[in-house]
């Protein structure tokens, strides 16, 4: 079952710890709670469409922690993206762009694109 944070700063450091060994952890973001997983990890990711019973077609958001990050995972970001990222990062835009070689299958539901998000929260 995954952990639950109310936002404290331990339970922060406890659930990227349960990230990084590839466990699943609850998140709030602006609009819901969600079922994370690290997206780098094939195995944690796998077990969260699972747990979720999301068909493996359907892709997932990404979410980063910083706007550094939109490099790693998508390519050919338009100027018009960056202004609306400017605007509204951190909040609760999810943008699709063409993915970079970063985002695997296994997020991208086999998929050209892939969703990014930076919630406003730690």
Do not use: C
Not at 2 to 11: F, W
Not at 63 to 72: A, C, R, T, V
Not at 111 to 120: A, E, F, H, S
């Amino acid at each position: 079952m995954p952990q639950i944070s109310d936002g404290n700063k331990s339970d922060i450091r406890a659930m990227a710890k349960s990230l990084i060994v590839g466990q699943l952890v609850a998140i709030p973001t602006e609009t819901v709670y969600g079922i994370a997983a690290d997206a780098m990890n094939e195995l944690a990711v796998q077990r969260m469409y699972e747990v979720k019973g999301r068909p493996k077609n359907h892709p997932v958001i990404v979410h980063i922690s910083k706007k550094e990050l939109l490099d790693f995972w998508a390519e050919e970001v338009p100027e018009f993206v960056k202004k609306l990222i400017h605007k509204f990062w951190p909040g609760p835009l999810t943008i699709i762009l063409r993915r970079s070689k970063n985002a695997q299958d296994w997020i991208t539901g086999g998929q050209d694109t892939i969703g990014l998000r930076m919630p406003n929260h730690e």
